[in-house]
Every structure is written in structure tokens, then in C-alpha cells.
Nanobody, 127 residues
């Protein structure tokens, strides 16, 4: 069973930057589309960003476009989320997920059935 483990969350101030990592346990996930999602307290989970398995295509939610960057290193089977200019409304548990077939743009709207999910890492942005 493949596993995804997120790390890098923490408490930061508004305007700060933070970089999240998601490492996969199985090498086959290097050929999967990877995505980041978040769930704020009392809200539903939402899409943040996704990247193709080659790393040549990425897609972002409008709320993070221009501030967040998703990248991946397939040799390490790790996907990153660089978050700049953080805002209090970015406070959430951040999850990564993997899917064998969905392209990044489709992940934005059809992520419920993604193949694998991590357990999340908490990001808290204070004002």
C-alpha cells in the first residue's frame, strides 16, 4: 500500500513563507499526478494545486495563484508546495494526494476519488 506523508507545517505570521513536503513510500507514485488540498476549520476540503507526473504542467486555485508554487522531484518521490505571502485565510490542514490518471486541471474539480491521500500537516498563519 502506497503512503503519502506530509511535513513542513507550522505557525507563521502573515506575510511569511513556508514550504511543505509530501513524500511517497512507493516508487510507482513517481508516475502519478500529485495535488495539494487544504481544509480550514469548519470548512470543506478544497483544491490548492496539482502537478503532472513529469512536472511540466501545474494548475492552481485562484486563491493561491501567484503566491504558491508546486514542484516535484521524482527521484525522491517528493512533491513540494512553496507558500509565499501567507495570509490568515491560508490557515488549514494541508493534504497531498496522488492519482494515476487525472491531469492537473481535472484534479481541481474531480479530486474526491484520488487514489492516495496523506494525513495532513497543519499550517497556522497569525495576523
Amino acid at each position: 500500500q502506497e503512503q503519502l506523508v506530509e511535513s513542513g507545517g507550522g505557525l507563521v505570521q502573515a506575510g511569511d513563507a513556508l514550504k511543505l513536503s509530501c513524500t511517497a513510500s512507493g516508487s510507482t507514485l513517481s508516475t502519478y499526478t500529485m495535488g495539494w488540498f487544504r481544509q480550514a476549520p469548519g470548512k470543506e476540503r478544497e483544491f490548492v494545486a496539482a502537478i503532472s507526473w513529469r512536472g511540466d504542467s501545474a494548475y492552481y486555485a485562484d486563491s493561491v495563484k501567484g503566491r504558491f508554487t508546486i514542484t516535484r522531484v521524482n527521484a525522491d518521490i517528493t512533491v513540494y508546495l512553496q507558500m509565499n505571502s501567507l495570509k490568515p485565510e491560508d490557515t488549514a490542514v494541508y493534504y497531498c494526494a496522488a492519482d494515476r490518471w487525472l491531469p492537473p486541471s481535472t484534479v481541481a474539480t474531480m479530486w474526491d476519488g484520488m487514489d492516495y491521500w496523506g494525513k495532513g500537516t497543519l499550517v497556522t498563519v497569525s495576523s
